[in-house]
């Protein structure tokens, strides 16, 4: 008895034409938004700063995780919801680092920013990406264009024709708002 062959299909699948690529972008996944990691450093700064001068003693006198709890309940009331117990470890952590900074203003900054993409990311990325958002943030101009017409009339002083959108000598960008299209 004879095994007949195996058939190759007669038709082919094609591929949709309006199909979505699905190439991720290259490099590792990220494991949170950025844009969130740098909102909770904002926020946890805020409230570190109104805290820090009544908790600064108590918790670097912390050794053990009750003792980080107990300085925030007793010295930090009204933000002690946001840090403990969920990051009391991760607290007492960064506090017996040996990189942590001497200056008041400059710890707050180092526990805002290692916080804030905990648990997802590890304190020195999170540290990371809020220095790279903040120079972002830095990098855009504090100029804005006042008239958009076939030249610019910016604020820094450039009166003259726009380059992608932009003034020429700052690189403000040129905002799309219905006030600066009807001239207003």
Same mark, same amino acid.
């Given at each position: 008895?004879?095994?007949?062959?195996?058939?190759?299909?007669?038709?082919?699948?094609?591929? /949709?034409? @309006?199909?979505?690529?699905?190439?991720?972008?290259?490099?590792?996944?990220?494991?949170?938004?950025?844009?969130?990691?740098?909102?909770?450093? @904002?926020?946890?700064?805020?409230?570190?700063?109104?805290?820090?001068?009544?908790?600064?003693?108590?918790?670097?006198? *912390?050794?053990?995780? =009750?003792?980080?709890? *107990? /300085?925030?309940?007793?010295?930090?009331?009204?933000y002690a919801t946001n840090f403990v117990p969920l990051m009391a470890a991760d607290i007492l952590t960064l506090i017996r680092e040996p990189s942590f900074p001497v200056r008041p203003k400059a710890q707050v900054a180092f526990l805002a920013?290692?916080?804030?993409?905990?648990?997802?990311?590890?304190?020195?990325?999170?540290? @990371?990406?809020? *220095?790279?958002?903040?120079?972002?943030?830095?990098?855009?101009?504090?100029?804005?264009?006042?008239?958009?017409?076939?030249?610019? =009339?910016?604020?820094?002083?450039?009166?003259?024709?726009?380059? @992608?959108?932009?003034?020429?000598?700052?690189?403000?960008?040129?905002?799309?708002?219905? =006030?600066?299209?009807?001239?207003?």
């Amino acid at each position: 008895m004879k095994i007949p062959k195996r058939r190759m299909p007669t038709q082919r699948a094609q591929k /949709a034409l @309006d199909r979505v690529s699905n190439k991720r972008p290259r490099g590792r996944p990220e494991k949170i938004p950025r844009s969130w990691v740098i909102g909770r450093a @904002d926020n946890y700064r805020t409230n570190l700063t109104q805290a820090w001068p009544k908790l600064i003693s108590p918790l670097l006198a *912390a050794m053990t995780e =009750e003792q980080v709890i *107990a /300085a925030f309940e007793n010295h930090g009331q009204p933000y002690a919801t946001n840090f403990v117990p969920l990051m009391a470890a991760d607290i007492l952590t960064l506090i017996r680092e040996p990189s942590f900074p001497v200056r008041p203003k400059a710890q707050v900054a180092f526990l805002a920013d290692s916080l804030a993409g905990r648990p997802s990311v590890a304190f020195r990325t999170s540290r @990371d990406i809020c *220095a790279r958002e903040r120079a972002k943030r830095l990098a855009v101009s504090r100029h804005k264009i006042i008239r958009k017409e076939f030249y610019v =009339e910016c604020e820094c002083g450039y009166k003259g024709p726009a380059r @992608d959108n932009a003034c020429r000598k700052c690189g403000a960008p040129i905002p799309l708002s219905l =006030e600066i299209v009807w001239g207003n």
